[in-house]
């Protein structure tokens, strides 16, 4: 088995209740993408993958929301699940590093319905010598594949990215990480403040964008005493989470879209 432990966050706020229920499931986890529940999607895709031992589904009251997963999924014994808190950075704090989730631990979420193990292997490889790590893919790529696609946008002064949902902890290091992403969801309403925490230089860059992306992480990561890195994906799909009726209708396409080129590939052997 690979050494890396996966949590896949499947808890939903308040907000997302609508969307599951239009949907005709419980969980936001449970909608369907190809015909397949989006946890179920992400949880193979990880057990495929060479680098991940073991996954943890981690949600409010995770054992009923695994009990209404496929039955290949509740049976597999390198899943366990594990109930969230209050916060996800506590709810992940509280585990990290435990006899169940040993570092190095991958972060991802169950509305990551598009994840490859192709994505988990790259950015799992370019984890080297951190200790902290968190993937993003640029604006080009993915409006290059999916114009239609609208994305929050992180501006820096060499380009425009958006996360992945994809984080690497590696080490016990990496606590200082959750513990200031914990002060931030409980100061969501005080975001200059928690800007200022890293100094008047990155933070009057970052307000300018006159600041890369990599010298930004060097600083968070100098101010948090870790090493931070940020790694850039070249997958467009890697930047796509479902969280509203246009992501969905999106996610079928490209699931389609893989299929029929699967169909030629094989068609083309024969």
């Known amino acids: 088995m690979g050494e890396w432990t996966a949590i896949v966050l499947a808890g939903q706020r308040p907000g997302e209740t609508g969307f599951a229920e239009s949907m005709g499931v419980s969980s936001k986890a ?29 949600a409010q009251s995770a054992d009923r929301l695994l009990s209404q997963a496929p039955a290949w999924l509740r049976a597999e014994a390198r899943v366990s699940t594990a109930d969230a808190g209050d916060g996800i950075s506590t709810s992940i704090a509280a585990i990290a590093g435990g006899a169940d989730a040993p570092f190095p631990l991958l972060v991802t979420t169950a509305d990551h319905a598009l994840l490859t193990e192709d994505m988990v292997e790259t950015f799992l490889g370019r984890t080297v010598d951190t200790d902290v790590s968190f993937a993003l893919v640029e604006r080009g790529t993915v409006e290059a594949a999916y114009p239609e696609t609208r994305r929050t946008w992180l501006k820096f002064f ?8 994809l984080f ?3 080490n016990p290091k990496a606590r200082s990480a959750l513990e200031f992403w914990a002060r931030a969801e409980r100061d969501r309403k005080k975001a200059l403040k928690m800007l200022s925490f890293f100094g008047p230089t990155i933070f009057l860059r970052a307000l300018t964008r006159t600041i890369s992306l ?3 992480a060097a600083k968070v990561g100098r101010a948090l005493e870790l090493r931070l890195k940020a790694i850039r994906l070249p997958f467009a799909e890697a930047a796509i989470d479902v969280d509203k009726p246009s992501d969905l209708a999106l996610a079928e396409r490209a699931v389609a879209a893989r299929r029929h080129d699967a169909a030629r590939v094989v068609a083309g052997a024969r």
Do not use: F, K, Q
């Open 168 to 170: 690497g902890l590696a």
């Open 158 to 165: 060499d380009g425009h990215y958006t996360g992945a949902n």
């Open 214 to 216: 990599d010298a930004a």
């Open 30 to 58: 449970l909608i369907p993408v190809g015909g397949e529940p989006m946890l179920a999607r992400v949880v193979r895709t990880l057990l495929a993958s060479p680098s991940i031992g073991r996954v943890i589904v981690l």
